[in-house]
């Protein structure tokens, strides 16, 4: 086959363009430290690396719901722990009321803290955070009335001192906080709040206001079995607060985990890469040095 001094020429600018071509790869992984700048580079590594940052994108989601759940569960501990300070208070009082050598106007003394206990637990019933209502189930924002006005979770009539209305809805408030895990974050509002707290509280206040001492002998056990209800929403929050630490525990790791995944995918190794720049920085500078030998003078450089 006869070879042309044409066929030299392009055969090293070919050659050359593909040299230019490599130098251009390995500064691009040099300044962005990835593999892959766009998915013609490398469809697999760019196909694995739009899962991996799904993956990514839905732990991260769910690490804000935790952080939300962890709000409502922490703020919602607070407050029943307030309720049952109150309600150790009231069973106090309920315990020296019951002393039959307490006269009557010592008993109405008590039966004013009492009132003041009983404002306490519907502050604490009406709790908001983020301008929620946390005590009120899935009604966070609190029910409208027919002036469309919208009224708090517990409501105490003005004239008569007496709670109207206890928490509108007990319907749990589920959160997303793993793939198809939803928790929960609220407590039954009915099983702390409702009527019968009050009902038994306003109970206890008149039977001390009427030096009523079978009453109170009433009000002590009612007392008794309101405090054991909290407990028990308590306790019950308290486990799920356990599970949410070990669900986050899990999640950290999935983040860590994913985020290594697709660091491994993508991100350039930088000492192999400056080898390989280096590398062809002299094949290319060795190519250079060839092609000028390989264009030789022709007849047109003699006749100047």
Do not use: C
């Not at 993956?55 to 962890?70: C, K, S």
């Not at 946390?134 to 002036?147: L, W």
């Not at 319907?171 to 409702?194: C, M």
Request: glycine share 4%; net charge negative.
């Amino acid at each position: 086959m006869r070879v042309t001094q044409s066929m030299l020429s392009n055969n090293m600018l070919r050659n050359l363009s593909n040299s230019y071509d490599s130098l251009g790869k390995y500064m691009d992984q040099l300044s962005t430290g990835k593999k892959v700048n766009r998915p013609s580079d490398d469809p697999v590594v760019a196909m694995k690396g739009m899962d991996y940052r799904t993956q990514l994108a839905d732990i991260e989601q769910y690490q804000r719901n935790i952080t939300e759940v962890n709000t409502w569960m922490e703020n919602s501990d607070a407050a029943l722990d307030e309720a049952t300070q109150a309600m150790q208070r009231l069973r106090e009082l309920a315990v020296q009321g019951a002393n039959g050598t307490y006269e009557e106007g010592q008993r109405k003394n008590i039966a004013s803290e009492v009132d003041q206990l009983k404002s306490q637990l519907v502050d604490i019933a009406n709790t908001k955070v983020n301008n929620k209502y946390i005590f009120n189930g899935t009604k966070t924002t609190g029910t409208v009335d027919a002036n469309g006005d919208i009224t708090p979770p517990v409501i105490v009539d003005d004239a008569t001192s007496k709670v109207t209305n206890t928490a509108a809805s007990s319907d749990p408030v589920f959160i997303e906080v793993s793939n198809g895990i939803k928790l929960p974050v609220n407590v039954n509002p009915g099983n702390v709040f409702g009527p019968k707290l009050f009902a038994d509280i306003e109970a206890f206040s008149k039977a001390l206001k009427d030096n009523d001492q079978a009453g109170l002998e009433t009000a002590l056990t009612n007392i008794d079995s309101n405090i054991d209800r909290v407990v028990n929403e308590r306790a019950d929050l308290g486990a799920r607060m356990n599970r949410l630490e070990l669900i986050e525990n899990r999640i950290e790791s999935q983040s860590i985990t994913a985020t290594k995944m697709m660091s491994d995918n993508e991100d350039a190794d930088m000492e192999k890469v400056m080898i390989d720049l280096t590398s062809q920085e002299s094949v290319h500078r060795a190519a250079l040095s060839a092609g000028s030998r390989v264009i030789q003078p022709t007849l047109l450089d003699f006749l100047r």
